[in-house]
């Protein structure tokens, strides 16, 4: 299997290769030169995730040196499950991916990414430094993934005052070969001087670099596990395909939910919900598409005007008309957001992260259309990580998972930083 840029204009190569790049040469996002075509039955054996994801991810990573490892990989990554739970609304679920290290989905795409890295062979004794920005959750899995790992280090980029106060105490939480940085800006310009420097190639000949946002294979392919796993269950269940809301952002885990769908999983329809930055609705509402400054919303992590991996679905589709009939999307503002928590909690006892509650509302939106199927929405955050917006508007305590409380109970501490490319740098270079 060989990996090509988005763009067109740079050499293939190895999953090794392009995992360790981050992003191609000219500026494009690694995909798949050829998606391999799956059937429900051959996963026929395979119960669990971390069996489901070696069955999945292993044409991905034929020819490679990783290939061998790719079991131990997926058993290392993949310790804690991703439950689909049924919603008191019939025939709507929930897939939980919120019970990792730092409660949120990105632990699944760092940890494995981790593991990946730590079995690539390194050509310098320098340490290798992984970039990431982050609006809220990322950088904290990173940080969790690759924290105390000999030969590496990690730098994460944040939009100062844009996270959560409990987001910002876990990205400066862990110390040692980790260092938080706190951007006076928002995410688009912490994935600007990111992407900066993982094109610096004078840069990088100093300071080894590699990236962990969802720009990176690394952290891609592994979340189209999860929903393999959720829908071959329902689908063995039910004899029907899941459909799929996904609250997005930068668009990683919803391209992870179409890359698994165009493998032949069995999932339907898939509906993109976002905050009040109207990027996606717009485009799909017939717009151009067009990068706008980011709006800062309650459901942070999703506040994106530049969405990265817009390039990745672009090419799956190639054509605009197509692409803007296979999917739905709908922007949800901070109002909406909250009257879907307040209301949920009230009637059905459900407690949801404000980015999960994009989803149910546009769930609860199709519902009213008449959408029929069971469909499922995507829980990317525990409610716990966003304590000060959801316990005022449910009138109650919710309780914080253990390993969250454990990263809480640290001490924590980041680094301002100027929103300069040239500022990065020099942090980078002398890290």
């Not at 459900?350 to 069971?374: K, M, S, V, W, Y």
Request: with cysteine; proline share 7%; net charge neutral.
């Amino acid at each position: 299997m060989k990996y090509i840029s988005t763009r067109g204009n740079s050499p293939a190569l190895g999953l090794s290769a392009a995992l360790a790049a981050g992003l191609a040469p000219d500026g494009g996002l690694y995909v798949p030169q050829s998606l391999p075509k799956l059937a429900p039955s051959d996963f026929d054996g395979c119960n669990d995730l971390p069996a489901i994801a070696t069955r999945l991810l292993a044409p991905f990573f034929v020819d490679d040196a990783l290939a061998a490892e790719l079991p131990a990989i997926c058993a290392q990554a993949f310790t804690f499950d991703a439950p689909l739970r049924a919603l008191a609304t019939p025939g709507d679920h929930v897939l939980e991916l919120f019970h990792g290290p730092t409660a949120a989905f990105k632990d699944f795409g760092a940890r494995f990414l981790a593991a990946c890295m730590q079995r690539l062979p390194r050509e310098t004794d320098k340490p290798l430094t992984i970039i990431v920005a982050t609006s809220g959750d990322t950088g904290a899995a990173v940080g969790a993934a690759f924290a105390g790992l000999p030969g590496f280090k990690v730098a994460i980029l944040y939009p100062d005052g844009r996270v959560s106060p409990r987001q910002a105490h876990q990205l400066g939480a862990f110390g040692g070969n980790v260092r938080a940085l706190r951007v006076d800006g928002a995410f688009d310009d912490c994935q600007r001087m990111a992407k900066q420097a993982l094109s610096d190639n004078a840069l990088r000949a100093v300071a080894p670099l590699s990236s962990a946002n969802s720009i990176s294979l690394g952290r891609l392919l592994p979340q189209m596990s999860y929903y393999a796993d959720s829908s071959l269950k329902h689908f063995r269940a039910s004899g029907s395909p899941l459909n799929f809301v996904v609250p997005t952002g930068n668009l990683g885990n919803a391209v992870a939910c179409v890359l698994a769908r165009a493998c032949g999983l069995p999932i339907g329809r898939i509906a993109l919900a976002t905050n009040a930055n109207r990027v996606l609705p717009d485009f799909f509402a017939g717009a151009d598409y067009t990068a706008q400054s980011s709006v800062a919303t309650i459901a942070n992590a999703m506040d994106v005007g530049a969405p990265s991996n817009f390039e990745r679905l672009a090419w799956l589709y190639q054509d605009a008309a197509t692409l803007r009939r296979e999917f739905v999307s709908m922007s949800v503002d901070d109002a909406a957001i909250r009257a879907t928590i307040r209301e949920r909690h009230k009637r059905y006892g459900e407690i949801f992260c404000p980015h999960t509650a994009t989803a149910i509302h546009l769930l609860e939106r199709l519902r009213a259309q008449g959408t029929e199927g069971d469909w499922s929405v995507v829980a990317t955050a525990h409610p716990a990580k966003f304590d000060s917006i959801v316990e005022p508007l449910i009138g109650a305590t919710v309780s914080v998972p253990p390993s969250l409380a454990a990263l809480l109970a640290r001490p924590a501490h980041a680094d301002p930083l100027a929103n300069e490319y040239a500022a990065l740098r020099a942090v980078l270079v002398g890290n």
